[in-house]
């Protein structure tokens, strides 16, 4: 039996909201406090369950903000040596900035997401963004790694899941609403042929939320 990866992904952080200026562009966007405590319950979480992601070289992040505080977090209270920070992490987005109504962003958004394969206006079809991640995975694995922690995006993450695992996509007519919790947890295992799905959304470890605000 060939030895397994581990893929472990998280969703950053509640994030604040994004402020819209006169170019149609938006500021960048943090975490809020209640992001910030959701994330460091997450690190508690990991440091007891999953103790040899403690001490790893590095952890991989989408470069937005929101992520990359998230990422600072885990490889502060896990101590881990260094952040790697990969565009191809981002959120997925069916535009290029915030130039089209949401609307018209959120139905472009879901055809992507029900048609993989459907090239939306920024020329990125949501398939060859999957592709380009599932290729980083398996660069990985061929390379030794045993652990991947990754701080990323809801809608890149439940996508993963959807095409791997096509058993888990919702129905068209819901595949918006469909969430995954900010400070969630998902864990693939990988051995460069075939993928298993340990957890999708793993969020017990956020129920103490509250307390800590």
Do not use: W
């Not at 864990?187 to 460069?192: E, K, M, N, S």
Request: some cysteine.
């Amino acid at each position: 039996m060939k030895e397994q990866m581990s893929i472990f992904l998280v969703r950053h952080g509640q994030k604040q909201q994004p402020v819209a200026t006169d170019l149609g562009l938006r500021s960048p966007v943090c975490l809020t406090k209640k992001g910030v405590v959701q994330v460091d319950l997450l690190s508690q979480f990991l440091l007891e369950r999953y103790p040899n992601l403690e001490k790893l070289d590095y952890l991989y992040s989408s470069p937005l903000p929101r992520a990359v505080q998230s990422a600072e977090i885990l490889r502060s209270r896990l101590d881990i040596g260094e952040i790697r920070l990969l565009p191809i992490l981002e959120e997925f987005s069916v535009t290029d900035g915030y130039s089209k109504p949401k609307l018209e962003q959120d139905e472009l958004l879901c055809r992507s997401m029900v048609d993989i394969d459907f090239v939306p206006p920024n020329g990125i079809s949501l398939r060859s963004r999957l592709d380009e991640v599932l290729g980083f995975f398996q660069d990985r694995v061929i390379k030794g790694d045993s652990n991947l922690l990754i701080s990323s995006h809801g809608v890149l993450i439940r996508n993963l899941v959807y095409y791997l695992f096509p058993e888990y996509k919702p129905q068209p007519v819901n595949i918006l609403k469909t969430k995954i919790h900010s400070g969630g947890l998902t864990v693939f295992g990988y051995d460069g042929e075939r993928y298993d799905l340990r957890c999708f959304d793993m969020a017990e470890h956020l129920e103490s939320t509250q307390n800590r605000l």
